[in-house]
């Protein structure tokens, strides 16, 4: 951590504490984002803090700051510092539970600042391994603090997959798409996964360049058959990444695929665009 915003102040990441009384503490109850800044500018800034604000009203979270505020510290640290920079930002459960509103409604925000850990070339180039797990994320459409799962991860694996009855859904930390050797993209609907910002983008920058996708559960049948010749992920701050292996099978030639590639090129063109 390279700088933290809580109570209302900028501190060093050593000053920086919550009360055990939190309910992020005791109970898990809390949500955040994270965002990767590009020329100290926040990337999809205003997709990035509805879908937080979202996350806290389906979590129970009231009496959320206002997001001009909330947007202005964002801005603020990354100017404090000077260099670009992962934002991470936090609404927690707070102290109270009001049993008759059934609600959270003194929530603390606070924010993290820390390396921006982009994907390197080489990283892009050898591809992620991803390891499938039987079982789907509670609530897709709540990004919450709990990400136990993505912890238990087996040496060389970077994410977990989460394959319910037969379906692929999402990874951990990412949205997942598998392409199939027709050159189709299939990736799971929003009904599904949360909805990811990058995800966001690179589906319409596919569209818009001819590739053709469908947002269904891709099948773990599909994945396993001769059916599939690429697959990669997307995330706000590694923004495409090649997936060369899901448990024991191996992902095309074990290489990243055209696809893939194409993806990645075209999203960087367009990162301009989403800065805010």
């Not at 102290?95 to 959270?104: L, Q, R, S, Y």
């Not at 924010?111 to 982009?118: K, P, S, T």
């Not at 074990?254 to 090129?265: H, I, Q």
Request: proline share 7%; hydrophobic share 40%.
């Amino acid at each position: 951590m390279l700088l933290c915003f809580v109570d209302g102040k900028f501190v060093k990441p050593e000053e920086a504490t919550l009360p055990l009384s939190d309910l992020i503490i005791q109970r898990g109850v809390g949500v955040f984002e994270a965002l990767a800044t590009f020329n100290l500018k926040p990337l999809m800034l205003t997709p990035h803090m509805t879908r937080f604000i979202n996350s806290a009203k389906s979590s129970g979270i009231e009496n959320i700051p206002d997001v001009e505020y909330m947007k202005g510290v964002i801005r603020e640290g990354i100017a404090k510092l000077g260099r670009d920079v992962r934002v991470r930002t936090f609404l927690t459960g707070g102290d109270d539970f009001d049993t008759e509103k059934g609600c959270f409604p003194k929530p603390r925000f606070f924010a993290i600042f820390d390396e921006a850990g982009y994907l390197t070339p080489e990283e892009f180039e050898k591809g992620w391994t991803l390891e499938p797990v039987p079982l789907g994320r509670d609530d897709p459409s709540v990004k919450s603090v709990d990400y136990r799962m993505t912890f238990k991860l087996p040496a060389g694996v970077k994410d977990v997959l989460y394959c319910p009855n037969g379906e692929i859904t999402e990874c951990g930390h990412s949205n997942f798409y598998l392409v199939l050797t027709d050159g189709i993209i299939v990736t799971a609907p929003l009904s599904r996964v949360l909805k990811g910002t990058t995800r966001t983008g690179v589906i319409e920058l596919a569209r818009a360049n001819g590739m053709k996708v469908e947002e269904r559960c891709p099948l773990w049948s599909e994945l396993a058959s001769d059916k599939a010749a690429e697959a990669f992920i997307t995330g706000s701050i590694k923004m495409v990444v090649p997936i060369v292996k899901v448990g024991g099978i191996t992902m095309g030639n074990g290489t990243p695929g055209p696809v893939t590639r194409k993806l990645f090129e075209l999203y960087k063109e367009h990162l301009a665009n989403w800065l805010e």
